[in-house]
């Protein structure tokens, strides 16, 4: 079935085809002719942002709430070097994304027109793959294998480049989805001699650590039910990277924590001392793993992960097994049934005896303040206040983010939303709206700092506009927190403008917005006002004053290996200031 | 300055383990769509991603297909030469990468345009052991030659070394193509 149009209808027909109910975007010259077309349906939802950087973070958050793929429409010029950053956080985070970029008329490309920049030049590096279209024959095929690859194999970004000449130009469209335009289809079936000694492995295990990141998430929900059937069928111990949070439940009996450089004391020390890693869709990581040559040394390590250049990366492994999570996993459960392995039940009950020892240690443990709001006292208190909401939570990037990691609880996948590899400062209030529009009804949380949170500030404007009732719950300290703590820990305490002397009032900003405003200064009152902020049906913006020099523990310095965390309770001002050696201070 | 800083060491962002270890050099042959870009992708993984680049070329050589055959000389640690294969076999455009040092003997040759200038009896030396190595005169004045010559690289290497007392003006190289010995495609 092929129809003649112009190629604006064909971009517009394509979102139609793949099943796209809302994208985000910015108009502008090069996009006219696109916009033109979506003016005159109403198949496609657009949500008007006000910085391009917030449609990306946008269509991440509707993608990484939903599973499916989001899309995002900008102009040339600006509107494409603003998607930069969103690009790059979706690649880093493996987010399938489709950018829409408008481009200069061909034959003005390469001449220094107005608003021209090289696209897919600029591009090229932040994501999986993109494409300038030249001719409107090649528009159909690369509209919908942009949708393909984005979403096939390890998810990712891609950019459609489309010059405006090519969006005036009439040609023959055909729905090509799912139809393989190119070579490009990675392997998703794990190879079984691997998997069978991966199994193997496992069943003499002695200690034991399942280690599981956004891969599993990525791979969709039966992936995260057959993860949690292996924790029942091997009784496991579990710990999850940032990315993978939700997978198993946090209130699953196996659960351990997160693991890492703001992780739990059990569960890195469980990685530390065990004796079989499995690594299911995650990537060893520098958060992660601490100095590489002191990492797990004891261990025979598995690991499980779609993409080939993950293995070996930073970490030798023993079994790499290249697969889809799903599809490896539905294998492996079946071997371990039909295997019917007898483990070692006494090197298990010391294991487990070991770990309750470490979680003995308590080290999410912290100064409870009757005058101040201590920021872990913040999160714990909205995590009980929310639990009996449909609740999907974002972040913005530092402390407040690790706080949200530790003292939050998550029970399901695709609930928690956060830039875990680019650390992107101002993610998580458009990703809340874009979350908030994938999911109307839900109670969508921006945790939020306040340093970060002024820098995407301006989407609460498109967060009113289409009545998204997101809340936004900032930690105020009235610093960058996470910089002032790492100034205590390499600098000496020299607190290098990471200080804002001059904070807006959140509650005016709120209200000047057209959204509502509270806030807390007391511990007595946080409860009251965390109860009137999810009552509201409106944008919320919620000015949570905290105790300001509150560092966030556990923490493993840089240059330190897992065995070597520093814990809250027991550290002084001087064991911060000395903490980190030469080498570490290099790290970042 | 603090003892953070130790003269001539370099720290490469997260190993603290970085002492030496010991590099290969492997030639890989990597067949890709040819369109628009795709030589960027490949330079830019490189560059990107901290990788060396000893020799590169590339030509389409399959025109019907649209392929082109990209042939790489890079060196790193076995680890790195790893990374490097399957950060290059997981992009869009490649079809294939084949590791030639490692999939069997392969041949591999070079090709040099060597200009060199002078007269008398330097210039009758350069045309002498032009010969020995099997170089071809394709210019000549009454005070230059151009010099062409195939071989391994470190054929060309020692060629060009030789030339330089001999009045060597400037080299062109082609850079290394590779291909699989035997009946079997690479």
């Given at each position: 079935m092929t129809r003649e149009m112009t190629g604006a209808e064909m971009v517009v027909q394509a979102l139609i085809d793949q099943g796209v109910e809302h994208i985000f975007g910015y108009p502008g010259g090069a996009v006219l002719p696109i916009y033109d077309e979506l003016f005159q349906q109403d198949k496609v939802q657009h949500i008007l942002v006000r910085h391009e950087q917030g449609a990306g973070h946008a269509a991440e958050g509707y993608a990484r709430s939903t599973g499916?793929?989001?899309?995002?429409?900008?102009?040339?010029?600006?509107?494409?070097?603003?998607?930069?950053?969103?690009?790059?956080?979706?690649?880093?985070d493996s987010i399938p994304m489709v950018c829409i970029t408008g481009q200069v008329p061909t034959h003005l490309i390469g001449n220094d027109a107005f608003q021209e920049c090289d696209t897919v030049g600029i591009t090229r590096?932040?994501?999986?793959?993109?494409?300038?279209?030249?001719?409107?024959?090649?528009?159909?095929?690369?509209?919908?294998?942009?949708?393909?690859?984005?979403?096939?194999?390890?998810?990712?970004?891609?950019?459609?480049?489309?010059?405006?000449?090519?969006?005036?130009?009439?040609?023959?469209?055909?729905?090509?989805?799912?139809?393989?335009?190119?070579?490009?289809?990675?392997?998703v079936e794990g190879d079984e001699r691997a998997m069978r000694e991966a199994v193997r492995l496992m069943a003499g295990a002695k200690k034991p650590i399942l280690y599981t990141g956004g891969g599993v998430i990525n791979s969709g929900p039966e992936a995260t039910r057959l993860l949690r059937e292996l924790v029942e069928l091997t009784g496991f111990p579990i710990t999850s990277t940032l990315m993978g949070l939700g997978a198993y439940p946090a209130t699953g009996k196996n659960w351990?924590?997160?693991?890492?450089?703001?992780?739990?004391?059990?569960?890195?020390?469980?990685?530390?001392?065990?004796?079989?890693?499995?690594c299911i869709g995650a990537r060893f990581d520098d958060r992660i793993t601490g100095r590489?040559?002191?990492?797990?040394p004891n261990s025979k390590k598995i690991?499980?992960?779609?993409?080939?250049?993950?293995?070996?990366?930073?970490?030798?492994?023993?079994?790499?097994?290249?697969?889809?999570?799903?599809?490896?996993?539905?294998?492996?459960?079946?071997?371990?049934?039909?295997?019917?392995?007898?483990?070692?039940?006494?090197?298990?009950?010391?294991?487990w005896?070991?770990?309750?020892?470490?979680?003995?240690?308590?080290?999410?443990?912290?100064?409870?303040?009757?005058?101040?709001?201590?920021?872990?006292?913040?999160?714990?208190?909205?995590?009980?206040?929310?639990?009996?909401?449909?609740?999907y939570i974002t972040t913005e990037v530092g402390q407040h983010q690790m706080w949200a990691a530790q003292y939050f609880g998550f029970d399901e996948p695709n609930r928690w939303l956060t830039s875990g590899g680019l650390g992107t400062m101002g993610y998580g209030l458009p990703a809340a709206l874009g979350v908030q529009i994938a999911h109307p009804d839900s109670l969508v949380i921006d945790i939020a700092g306040d340093a970060s949170v002024q820098m995407t500030i301006q989407e609460l404007s498109s967060a009113v506009q289409y009545e998204a009732p997101i809340k936004i719950f900032i930690l105020n300290n009235q610093y960058m927190g996470m910089v002032r703590q790492w100034q205590q820990l390499l600098h000496g305490n020299r607190l290098s403008h990471s200080y804002t002397e001059a904070m807006p009032d959140f509650v005016k900003l709120a209200e000047a917005y057209g959204g509502v405003g509270i806030r807390a200064d007391r511990p007595d009152e946080l409860d009251d006002k965390i109860e009137e902020m999810i009552a509201v049906r409106k944008p919320v913006l919620f000015d949570c004053r905290v105790a300001s020099l509150a560092n966030c523990f556990p923490m493993i310095p840089s240059g330190k290996a897992h065995n070597?965390?520093?814990?809250?309770?027991?550290?002084?001002?001087?064991d911060i200031g000395q903490a980190i050696g030469a080498e570490g201070k290099m790290l970042v | 300055m603090n003892a953070m800083t130790t003269p001539g060491q370099s720290h490469s962002a997260y190993f603290l383990d970085d002492a030496p270890k010991t590099t290969e050099r492997h030639?890989?042959?990597?067949?890709?769509?040819?369109?628009?870009?795709?030589?960027?992708?490949?330079?830019?993984?490189?560059?990107?991603?901290?990788?060396n680049i000893d020799s590169l070329t590339v030509s389409e050589t399959e025109h019907e297909k649209h392929l082109s055959r990209i042939t790489i000389v890079t060196t790193g640690t076995p680890m790195v030469i790893t990374q490097i294969k399957n950060q290059l076999d997981r992009m869009v455009p490649v079809h294939r990468v084949i590791d030639l040092t490692v999939s069997g003997p392969a041949l591999e040759r070079e090709l040099a345009l060597i200009k060199v200038r002078g007269t008398g009896e330097m210039r009758v030396e350069a045309l002498r052991l032009a010969e020995a190595f099997n170089a071809r005169v394709m210019d000549a004045t009454t005070e230059s030659f151009i010099f062409e010559i195939t071989g391994k690289g470190d054929k060309i290497d020692q060629f060009v070394t030789i030339m330089v007392p001999l009045g060597l003006v400037e080299v062109s190289r082609t850079g290394v193509a590779a291909i699989r010995r035997g009946p079997e495609r690479t």
């Open positions: 499916k793929v989001g899309v995002a429409l900008v102009t040339s010029g600006p509107g494409a070097t603003n998607m930069v950053t969103p690009l790059t956080d979706a690649l880093m590096p932040c994501t999986k793959h993109n494409w300038l279209v030249k001719r409107i024959e090649d528009l159909p095929r690369i509209l919908h294998e942009a949708f393909r690859i984005a979403e096939t194999g390890r998810p990712g970004p891609v950019v459609v480049d489309i010059p405006k000449d090519i969006q005036f130009k009439s040609g023959l469209y055909e729905n090509l989805k799912g139809a393989r335009q190119t070579q490009y289809q990675p392997r351990l924590g997160m693991l890492g450089m703001h992780g739990t004391y059990e569960a890195n020390l469980a990685m530390h001392d065990c004796d079989v890693m499995v590489t040559d002191a990492f797990s690991h499980i992960d779609i993409d080939p250049s993950s293995i070996n990366k930073n970490i030798r492994v023993d079994v790499p097994i290249i697969g889809d999570v799903a599809r490896v996993l539905a294998a492996m459960v079946a071997m371990w049934k039909e295997a019917k392995p007898v483990r070692d039940a006494a090197a298990h009950a010391a294991w005896g070991e770990i309750d020892r470490w979680r003995a240690k308590k080290c999410l443990a912290y100064r409870k303040n009757r005058d101040v709001i201590m920021p872990q006292y913040a999160i714990e208190r909205l995590y009980q206040l929310t639990r009996k909401h449909d609740t070597e965390m520093l814990l809250g309770e027991e550290v002084s001002d001087d | 030639t890989l042959s990597v067949l890709v769509d040819n369109e628009p870009g795709v030589l960027a992708r490949v330079i830019g993984l490189f560059s990107g991603r901290g990788y």
